[in-house]
C-alpha cells in the first residue's frame, strides 16, 4: 500500500477552507484513478512535538507509489494539484509526503 497524506496549516479563513476543501476539492480528488480511500483529521489535531498550527490532515490510500504517480498524471491529478493552490497557495502553507507503507 502507499499513501500520500496533505499536512494543511490553518487557513486565515477557516470557513472558507473548510467549504472549498469539502465541496470541492475532495469530490475532484474522489476521481482520481487508483484511489483507494481518502480520510480527514480535523481540527483539534493534537500534536506531541509542540506544532500547533496543523488545521487539517488528508491522507490518500493507493496500491503503490506508481499508482499515485499515475493519478497525478493524470487531467484528475493535475486538476487537483491546480486546486490545492486555493486551498494553500504558498509552498509552506502545506506539507505532502507520498509514501509506501509496510505492515510492522
Known amino acids: ?23 470541492v476539492h475532495i469530490p475532484l480528488a474522489k476521481k482520481l484513478p487508483g484511489l ?4 480527514v483529521g480535523r481540527s483539534p489535531i493534537i ?7 496543523t488545521y487539517c490532515i488528508g491522507t490518500l ?7 499515485i504517480k499515475a493519478a497525478f498524471a493524470s487531467p484528475q491529478g493535475q486538476a487537483c494539484a491546480i486546486d490545492r ?5 504558498n509552498d509552506e502553507d502545506v506539507q505532502i509526503y507520498l509514501f ?5
Open 1 to 23: 500500500m502507499a499513501r500520500m497524506i496533505a499536512i494543511y496549516k490553518t487557513p486565515k479563513d477557516m470557513a472558507a477552507f473548510d467549504k472549498h476543501y469539502f465541496e
Open 100 to 104: 509506501e507503507t509496510e505492515d510492522v
Open 85 to 89: 493552490r486555493i486551498l494553500a497557495p
Open 61 to 67: 490510500h493507493f496500491d503503490s507509489l506508481d499508482t
Open 47 to 53: 500534536s506531541t512535538t509542540g506544532h500547533s498550527d
Open 36 to 39: 483507494i480511500k481518502y480520510d
